[in-house]
């Protein structure tokens, strides 16, 4: 069975931070490179962060020194720290592999998490 449960989205000013979790099957943890991506109304899904089963990661340059991603391997659990939130951080944040998973030749994703930054 695939899991991907994310949480944590909420409305936060400006300069505020936020945690977003996301509960991943094991099945799906342990061999994967996961990352955290943006849904942004009227624009492509984008990947913003990534992390290697080495913990090794990588992020796109407009959060490069605000976000930090992190996994948890106990937990089979994928985090993404959020600071200095900026307007143009709102949207919804899904959490999955990279490149995304398909299952049964359809793309698959969780219900994602509502990020709202606004004063």
């Known amino acids: 069975q695939v899991q991907l449960v994310e949480s944590g989205g909420d409305l936060v000013q400006p300069g505020g931070s936020l945690r977003l979790s996301c509960k991943v099957s094991?099945?799906?943890?342990?061999?994967?490179?996961m990352g955290w991506y943006r849904q942004v109304p009227g624009k492509a899904r984008e990947l913003v962060a990534r992390?290697?089963?080495?913990?090794?990661?990588n992020y796109v340059d407009s959060v490069k020194g605000r976000f930090t991603i992190s996994r948890d391997t106990a937990k089979t659990s994928v985090y993404l720290q959020m600071n200095s939130l900026k307007t143009d951080d709102t949207g919804v944040y899904y959490c999955?592999?990279?490149?995304?998973?398909?299952?049964?030749?359809?793309?698959?994703w969780g219900q994602g998490t509502q990020v709202t930054v606004s004063s």
């Open positions: 999955n592999t990279v490149p995304g998973l398909i299952i049964r030749s359809r793309p698959y």
């Open positions: 094991e099945n799906i943890f342990g061999s994967n490179t």
């Open positions: 992390i290697t089963t080495g913990s090794l990661t």
